[in-house]
């Protein structure tokens, strides 16, 4: 027997070895996770952005061919309904995420300033019902706001108001759309103004009293401005998921308070167009890289390689 | 000398408890209506009752529902965590090219809206002449969740002290079975963490399901939709919605209690067995 066959039988052949070797158990972990999103949702964009641009269609025995005119009846077109609604759905998501930020500091305050002792059990309990199914809290308001629901059968029960006659703006208005908006992102609004406040330097708010200031001008001057970041962060985890935003506005939303996300539901399901649902589809992806865009720096996790984070 | 006077304390509280009042109340209303005889959940009620929890456990819609919901969201518990293992412990390598792809594929759930996703599946599916499924509500559920696990895994992953698994390589150990072996024991509380994180996002989501689930065979959320637009189905809704949050702000509570303790004993680890003089 030769030297050659024994060193052939041990040395396994290169692609094999390659894949038992280290070099590629790290390029699988690396790559299914990256793989994955890639194909189930860069993959979907890219399609949809082929249907937009009447590149793809559903329609059997139609092919497609390139056009704008989806995206210039969208943009352009005198007194397009979609478009009128895109500005009604972006200012109440604005509204929405202000009044969730307004709603949730002095909450996050209490936490950090006047709870201190139990204050990582308080937040525990404030966060808990964001952690209950959402439409399960969406169909509670429904059961609150109703026209003969709680809130309405309660004022007629202490006679503050005529029996029967329900407050018409409670339900399917954008009062209540916005208010169970507002209900669903408190909480979660609260948590990174609260990491900020309460990893605030105590000693600075000491120097700030030392040098004269009063309670409310320390707030103003100092607490305030060191807290920017956990509100620009907690603003902004409330902006971009909203502007999406369609099961609210379906289960207690009227005609006049349905949101984008309705339309582009309404293109996919009820009237198939799945061109023109492209369109709106990408309008909303590209608000959310606009947005990240202007915020992104506020909210980015870390996840850089640990010496890129030290540097 | 604190930053909150007496004033501003007595505002804050208030504050915080007419806001507890405001979190709680439409749940407490839910859990009160779950048992009222009557068929309308309006004031008064005029007689409580238990039938409309056994009425929805009769409902085999509810339950196959319910089933499928839990069996959708346990898959994605195991799955969204495993791929968040495989993305953490490439991210917390020293090197990895191309980090700045993988970064962006790991976070780009947290930001596209559910409802392009929705669609974008829809469309996926339809261009490879794949029927809607169950699976596919898994698919993207998968999807959304592994951000979340990411995040949650790799800051765990980071404190952990890179010596303890090096010795066991040093005693012979391959990189799987130190890593199998020392680095994921570690990790458990982590890994619960990110399993019920993404086991709670699969069991609520309702966009990507609306859209993949089947006819005739829809998950729990998609059911309870239709429930809210039916009012001969809302009070089955309102009585297994009770439950429902009941268990999930258990499960919260009891997660947070576990993991604060199970993070103590093991912090507690190094100093009873040192491992390295």
């Known amino acids: 027997m030769s030297t050659t066959t024994v060193t052939g039988a041990l040395v396994k052949p290169a692609r094999l070895r390659w894949l038992s070797s280290r070099a590629f158990a790290r390029f699988l972990t690396a790559a299914t996770p990256t793989l994955y999103v890639l194909l189930l949702l860069v993959g979907p964009i890219v399609l949809i952005g082929l249907y937009s641009f009447g590149l793809m269609s559903n329609i059997p025995g139609v092919h497609g061919s390139f056009s704008t005119s989806n995206w210039s009846d969208f943009l352009t077109g005198a007194g397009n309904p979609f478009r009128s609604r895109f500005f009604t759905s972006m200012l109440i998501t604005l509204v929405v995420s202000c009044a969730a930020v307004l709603g949730a500091y002095p909450l996050a305050y209490f936490l950090a300033f006047v709870a201190r002792r139990h204050r990582y059990t308080i937040l525990l309990a404030v966060m808990a019902p964001f952690f209950t199914s959402y439409l399960l809290r969406v169909i509670a308001w429904q059961v609150m706001l109703n026209n003969d629901g709680v809130i309405n059968s309660l004022l007629w029960q202490l006679h503050l108001r005529a029996n029967g006659h329900a407050i018409t703006w409670l339900i399917y208005s954008k009062f209540s759309v916005g208010l169970v908006l507002f209900y669903a992102w408190v909480p979660f609004v609260a948590l990174p103004i609260f990491v900020v406040l309460d990893n605030l330097d105590p000693r600075l708010i000491d120097a700030a009293h030392d040098l004269g200031a009063g309670r409310f001008s320390t707030f103003l001057r100092v607490t305030l401005p060191l807290s920017l970041p956990g509100v620009v962060a907690g603003f902004v985890f409330v902006l971009i998921p909203t502007t999406g935003e369609f099961i609210a506005p379906l289960l207690v939303g009227g005609p006049s308070s349905q949101m984008f996300g309705n339309?582009?539901?309404?293109?996919?399901s009820d009237t198939p167009d799945w061109n023109y649902g492209s369109v709106l589809a990408i309008a909303l992806v590209v608000v959310v890289i606009v947005l990240l865009a202007l915020f992104g720096r506020f909210v980015s996790p870390d996840l850089a390689a640990p010496e890129e984070a030290a540097a | 000398m604190t930053g909150v006077g007496r004033l501003?304390?007595?505002?804050?509280?208030?504050?915080?408890g007419l806001l507890v009042v405001f979190l709680y109340a439409p749940l407490v209303v839910l859990l009160v209506f779950a048992f009222n005889a009557g068929t309308?959940?309006?004031?008064?009620?005029?007689?409580?009752?238990?039938h409309w929890f056994s009425r929805a456990f009769q409902d085999t819609e509810l339950t196959s529902a319910l089933l499928r919901s839990l069996l959708i969201a346990l898959v994605n518990g195991l799955a969204a965590t495993l791929l968040g293992v495989a993305a953490a412990v490439s991210l917390a390598r020293e090197r990895l090219p191309l980090r700045g792809v993988v970064v962006t594929m790991i976070l780009l759930p947290l930001v596209v809206p559910y409802i392009v996703l929705a669609v974008g599946l829809v469309v996926l599916l339809h261009e490879f002449g794949i029927a809607t499924s169950l699976a596919a509500v898994l698919a993207g559920h998968v999807v959304i969740s592994l951000p979340y696990s990411v995040l949650v895994i790799l800051p765990r992953l980071r404190t952990l002290d890179p010596s303890v698994a090096e010795a066991a390589r040093d005693l012979g150990a391959s990189d799987f079975k130190a890593f199998l072996y020392v680095t994921l024991p570690l990790l458990a509380p982590a890994l619960l963490s990110s399993?019920?994180?993404?086991?709670?996002?699969?069991f609520d989501e309702f966009a990507i399901a609306s859209f993949l689930a089947p006819p005739g065979s829809p998950t729990y959320p998609v059911f309870l939709y239709a429930g809210a637009r039916t009012p001969a189905l809302l009070p089955e809704v309102i009585a297994v919605g009770s439950i429902v949050i009941v268990v999930s702000i258990a499960v919260v509570i009891a997660a947070d209690v576990f993991r604060r303790w199970a993070e103590r004993r093991i912090e507690a680890l190094p100093e009873a067995t040192p491992l390295v003089g």
Not at chain 2, 8 to 16: H, V
Not at chain 2, 40 to 50: A, E, M
């Open chain 1, 263 to 268: 339309s582009i539901q309404a293109f996919f």
């Open chain 2, 8 to 16: 501003g304390r007595a505002l804050l509280s208030s504050y915080f």
């Open chain 2, 40 to 50: 309308i959940p309006t004031l008064p009620i005029k007689s409580f009752s238990t």
């Open chain 2, 195 to 202: 399993f019920l994180i993404a086991f709670t996002i699969s």
